[in-house]
């Protein structure tokens, strides 16, 4: 089992940053990767970011990319996305996901465990 706490999420003014945190507790040896996926309303969970755990090899959304930052910190079991140059759009509730097995980096079905999200709201 391994569990996961979100933390930084909140309201932003489009252009701003925000930073989220994701501590990681109990089988974690075990990881392989960790990423965020957001969900808007109305719309399927999506890939944002990921993170090969031992590694540290990034994995990007298109749409995220250049602004987005997933780093780790293998030492204290946490994962980071810092979020710059935030729009409207990417207004979602985000969720950290771990994955114990290989498997494709970018699909939700790879991951095994998931926090219980934090709210990103981006104003115009």
């Known amino acids: 089992q391994v569990q996961l706490v979100e933390s930084g999420g909140g309201l932003v003014q489009a252009g701003g940053s925000l930073r989220l945190s994701c501590a990681a507790s109990?089988?974690?040896?075990?990881?392989?990767?960790m990423g965020w996926f957001r969900q808007a309303p109305g719309k399927e969970r999506e890939f944002v970011a990921a993170?090969?755990?031992?590694?540290?090899?990034?994995h990007y959304a298109d749409s995220v990319k250049g602004r987005f930052t997933i780093s780790r910190d293998y030492a204290q079991n946490r994962v980071y996305l810092q979020m710059n140059s935030l729009k409207p759009a990417d207004t979602a509730v985000y969720y950290c996901?771990?994955?114990?097995?290989?498997?494709?980096?970018?699909?939700?079905?790879?991951?095994?465990?998931w926090g219980q999200g934090t709210q990103v709201t981006v104003s115009s």
């Open positions: 109990g089988r974690t040896f075990s990881t392989y990767y």
């Open positions: 993170i090969t755990w031992r590694a540290g090899t990034t």
């Open positions: 996901t771990a994955s114990l097995r290989l498997g494709s980096i970018r699909y939700a079905d790879t991951y095994d465990y």
